[in-house]
Every structure is written in structure tokens, then in C-alpha cells.
């Protein structure tokens, strides 16, 4: 080591550089300095191009062909230039319209009538899209906590209409689950870890609840008999000698 100092104290600084495996970085025109400006060889590592990675959307299977939701309906766009139905497709649309294309199909799929907007079935497909919508960002942008949020938000919202929908009218419930792809899955019992304390406490709640039922029970057996008591003597009193 001692000697490899020696001969490059004796050699040039761009030769010292070299056989240090140092390379000067300095600016074109700038004032060169001994020991100034050294930096390791080799330190310049390539950067690393990051693909971004593709994920299966809920926007796939629109075609580019099909017109905007506001232009669905309208005839006269059949009939227009190649120039203007481009203009009025998906294929010039933004995300937003797409959304809002995917979102109007989704409800076609459940809702009872045309004029239906606003029922269980309706807000559940409405809410699937947005679901969706949510999943696919946070996929590629893991750290945005509003947007999870707000999906979160929906995921609970919706939970509350399947359960009313499930409790209420259970064939609509499966054809709404089938024709959205949504798989129901069931709450947990308890939502808390059962400790010992917690399960004497239920344990002796329960003991308490049948006591009470006994003794109700008990009380309306006796105002039964009370009550027949008093209509027998009602009778024996009203019948004619």
C-alpha cells in the first residue's frame, strides 16, 4: 500500500486518478484543482427503468367503437360524419367517460324498470364501479390513504345494502350478486378477541337472560290464571237461579 502511494505521488494527477480508480468529474471550463472534484470509478451505476406494471381493468371490454353515455340514445349520430362518431366514441373519451359508460351498463344489468334510479340494486351496481375504480388506482398509487379511504367507504356502504337486500328479498339479492360478479361473505361473530373476562361476563348475561325469561314467564302464567279466575266468578255471578 505504502508503495502504491509512492508512485502515484510521483506520476501525474491524471495518472494518479487512474491508478487509484478515480475519475474526475469536473464541470467544462471550470478552474482544476488537486483533489478536487475525485470521485470512485465506476460509482455511476445505470438507472433502472421501472415499467409500470399492467393490471386487468373494469374498462377492458369497452369497445372503442361504442358511443359516450349522452349519445347512446341519439339516432342522429349514426347518420353523422366518420370524423364526428370518432368524436362522440370511446375512443376520444376520457377516463371519467368511460367510467361513467361502464357504470350506466352495470346498472341496465340489475335495475327493475328504465326509470329506475335510485333503488338497493341500483346504488349497490353504482357502488361496485366505484369499487372498482378505487382498486385499480390504488394499485399503481399504494401510498395515496384519500383515496382508500373513500373505497373503504364504499366497500361498508355497499356491505349494508347486500346485507338489507340479502335480509329482504334474497332472489334479488343472488341475481344482483351474479350479474355484478360480487362474492358476499359473511361477517364475523365477534369482531373482538374473546378474552377470559369477556366470556364469564357473557356466560353470566346469558344465566341472567334465562332468569328473566323464567320468572316473565312465571308472571304470565299466574295473570292467566287470574284473569280466569275472575271470568269464572263472572259467570257464576251473571247466570240466572
Known amino acids: 500500500m505504502m508503495l502504491r502511494r509512492a508512485v502515484c505521488a510521483l506520476l501525474e494527477p491524471g495518472a494518479r486518478g487512474l491508478l487509484l480508480g478515480w475519475s474526475r468529474a469536473a464541470a467544462p471550463g471550470s478552474a482544476r484543482r488537486p483533489g478536487a472534484g475525485w470521485e470512485p470509478a465506476g460509482c455511476r451505476y445505470a438507472a433502472v427503468s421501472r415499467r409500470t406494471p399492467e393490471f386487468p381493468s373494469q374498462l377492458d371490454d369497452l369497445s372503442p367503437s361504442m358511443l359516450k353515455k349522452n349519445y347512446r340514445d341519439v339516432a342522429v349520430v349514426s347518420k353523422t ?76 356502504r355497499r356491505k349494508k345494502l347486500l346485507k338489507y337486500l340479502r335480509r329482504t328479498r334474497y332472489e334479488v339479492f343472488e341475481n344482483v350478486c351474479t350479474q355484478l360478479g360480487v362474492q358476499y361473505t359473511f361477517p364475523p361473530e365477534y369482531y373482538r378477541k374473546a378474552t377470559q373476562r369477556w366470556v364469564a361476563k357473557k356466560a353470566l348475561c346469558l344465566k341472567v337472560f334465562q332468569e328473566v325469561r323464567k320468572i316473565r314467564a312465571a308472571e304470565r302464567q299466574r295473570r292467566k290464571a287470574a284473569a280466569a279466575e275472575r271470568e269464572q266468578s263472572v259467570s257464576k255471578e251473571g247466570t240466572p237461579v
Open 81 to 156: 360524419d366518420d370524423v364526428v362518431q370518432r368524436l362522440l366514441s370511446l375512443e376520444m373519451a376520457s377516463h371519467r367517460e368511460k367510467l361513467q359508460l361502464k357504470t350506466s351498463l352495470l346498472v341496465e344489468k340489475v335495475r327493475k324498470s328504465p326509470i329506475d334510479v335510485g333503488s338497493t340494486e341500483v346504488q349497490i351496481a353504482i357502488l361496485t364501479a366505484k369499487i372498482r375504480n378505487y382498486q385499480e388506482h390504488l394499485q399503481l398509487h399504494r401510498k395515496d390513504k384519500t383515496n382508500k379511504r373513500y373505497m373503504l367507504l364504499a366497500i361498508d
